[in-house]
Structures are given as structure tokens and as C-alpha cells.
């Protein structure tokens, strides 16, 4: 069965997409396996709407707000009080980021889920305020007063130990 050119847009997409759309589910999730579940559910929405997503101007930015608000309504349908167990990535870190990451991980678990999506959107994709609002379809002011809150509350979870997670 031949594909069609809008099918193979959408695995070339994908195959691009893929290793950028974990990463982030991953710090989302704080999971290997439940960053994985996320981009594949991701993926199965692009995949659905891929005859507009081709159209729009950016469509990795598209797929990014896509997973946020992909995993924020997983977080909200979960009635689970399950938190991510401590584990490492499946591949090996770089020197000295270990620690960097466990802390930083454990600290992001404790906050809201849209607290997390915004400080992942906001400083792990780097994206703008503006960017951000738009994805998650909140006004920038919003945005801007849950990234301070987020912040706040991310520095009192991490307390003194903020001050030794810089690299050496």
C-alpha cells in the first residue's frame, strides 16, 4: 500500500519531532514511561489533525503546546496521588548533571501541573512569555504571575540545596 505525501510529511515530522517532544514530556512526566505515553499520544493528535497542522506556521511549536496540554489534562483526569519514583535517564548523564537533574526533577514534581508546564515551556524550550500564554491558552499576565509562583515554590521545594546545584 503506497502512502500518501501527507502521510509521509507527517513521519518525517514525526521522526524530527520525536527526540525534542521527549525530552519535554520527559521533564512534564518526570518519567521514562509515562514521557513516552505522552509523545505517543501527542503524536496520535497530530497524526488526526495533520491535514491543518502542515498548514499552520510553525508546526513543532504546534506539537509543543499540543504535549502541554496534552499532559495537563492527563494530570487532571488522574485522580492518582502517584508521584514519579527516582530514576535515571536510559542514557547516561553528563558529568556532575546527575545530581543537577534528580534535585531539579524531584523540586518539579511538587508542583502543580500547569505550574510545571509553564516552567517547561518557559525555560527548557525557552520560549516567550507571549509563546507561552498562547500555548496554553492563558493571558500573558497569567502566565507571567504562574511563572513567579512557580519559581517561588520551586525554590523553597529545592531550599539550600539551590545554592550547590551549579555546575562546578
Known amino acids: 500500500m503506497a502512502l500518501t505525501r501527507s502521510t509521509q510529511d507527517f513521519e518525517e515530522f514525526a521522526k ?17 514511561h509515562l514521557a ?50 527516582e530514576r535515571t535517564p536510559d542514557r547516561a548523564d553528563q558529568v556532575g ?9 524531584q523540586a518539579m514534581a511538587e508542583l502543580s501541573p500547569l505550574d510545571r508546564a509553564v516552567l517547561v515551556l518557559r525555560y527548557f524550550e525557552d520560549r516567550s512569555t507571549e509563546q507561552v500564554a498562547q500555548d496554553l491558552g492563558k493571558n500573558t499576565g497569567a502566565i ?15 531550599g539550600d540545596e539551590a545554592v550547590h546545584l551549579t555546575a562546578h
Not at 16 to 32: F, I, K
Not at 56 to 74: E, F, G, H, K
Not at 97 to 105: A, C, I, V
Open 16 to 32: 524530527a519531532r520525536t527526540p525534542q517532544l521527549y525530552r519535554s514530556a520527559w521533564l512534564l512526566a518526570g518519567e521514562h
Open 97 to 105: 548533571d546527575h545530581e543537577l537533574r534528580l534535585s531539579l526533577l
Open 144 to 158: 507571567r504571575t504562574r511563572t513567579s509562583r512557580a519559581l517561588v515554590r520551586l525554590r523553597a521545594v529545592l
Open 36 to 85: 513516552e505515553d505522552l509523545v505517543q499520544e501527542t503524536l496520535a493528535k497530530l497524526y488526526r489533525a495533520w491535514r491543518r497542522v502542515e498548514q499552520v506556521d510553525n508546526p513543532a511549536a504546534y506539537a509543543q503546546t499540543v504535549l502541554a496540554r496534552t499532559y495537563i489534562s492527563q494530570r487532571r483526569r488522574r485522580s492518582s496521588t502517584e508521584r514519579p519514583v
